[in-house]
């Protein structure tokens, strides 16, 4: 398991990006998404998930990685009825092939519960620790989910992430401690975890023989209780 301090992620060739949000029509994620691509296998397509509709938003960040260079790919924006999709044997296949993975939208706990303990996820891991070298990117509550733990952002309720980033939790949007009481709270129940705060912007990203970048604009916030200390870039 590739570690940098306190820091430990899966063990693959992929990375993993996790992305604070940002509005792609105004231009504000474009630093990162170009650093995705120039990562990126581009012989390969792009799958893109959002946590919500409508279609167009998940089509737009397809469209925003054609413009950026780019090969496209196949969004899909979750609902009641399309979650079932995700296990099919066309959805799994596109995985298979996938060279970028995109998690976005606010709606963390219907990414979590579409993809946990499922074909997918699994499709998911095996495509970032084989040579295939998946790049995952989670940008907003798609970055939240990429860790151990997160908070639900309705219910307020711990729950468990991906747990690809094995022993960190994102905190999204990030603007200051004193906005995250409920991730202060679960760092006191998880011993031993680190809280990340992920500005608007900019991007944290792990890579598969130990990188650890920021990317973007603004600096990562290392949260540990209610004490916020900055890691500079």
Same mark, same amino acid.
Request: charged letters at 15%; a negative charge; proline letters at 4%.
């Given at each position: ?8 992620? +899966?063990?693959? @060739?992929?990375?993993?990006?996790? !992305? =604070? /949000?940002?509005?792609?029509? &105004?231009?504000?994620?474009? %630093? ?61 296949? +596109?995985?298979? @092939?996938?060279?970028?993975?995109? !998690? =976005? /939208?606010?709606?963390?706990? &219907?990414?979590?519960?579409? %993809? ?70 679960? !760092? ?46």
């Amino acid at each position: 398991m590739p570690s940098v301090g306190p820091l430990h992620w +899966l063990d693959g @060739e992929g990375w993993l990006v996790a !992305l =604070g /949000g940002g509005d792609m029509t &105004r231009g504000e994620t474009d %630093l990162v998404d170009s650093h995705v691509l120039s990562i990126a296998n581009l012989d390969r397509p792009m799958v893109v998930l959002m946590s919500e509709g409508p279609q167009s938003r998940a089509d737009l960040v397809i469209d925003h990685y054609i413009a950026l260079g780019g090969i496209g790919g196949e969004a899909l924006a979750l609902s009641k009825t399309s979650i079932a999709s995700l296990q099919t044997s066309t959805f799994l296949s +596109l995985l298979s @092939e996938a060279g970028i993975l995109y !998690l =976005g /939208g606010e709606h963390a706990r &219907r990414l979590t519960s579409a %993809l946990r303990n499922t074909p997918a996820l699994e499709r998911i891991v095996e495509a970032f620790v084989t040579l295939q070298g998946l790049v995952i990117v989670g940008a907003g509550g798609g970055a939240e989910v990429l860790g151990a733990w997160m908070v639900d952002a309705g219910s307020q309720r711990q729950m468990p992430g991906l747990g690809l980033l094995r022993n960190v939790i994102i905190a999204s949007h990030f603007k200051g401690t004193e906005t995250v009481p409920h991730v202060q709270q679960l !760092l006191r129940e998880s011993p031993g975890f680190l809280a990340l705060g992920v500005p608007d912007g900019a991007a944290l990203a792990f890579g598969p023989l130990g990188q650890v970048e920021t990317w973007g604009r603004g600096q990562i916030t290392a949260i540990v209780h209610s004490v916020g200390e900055e890691m500079t870039r």
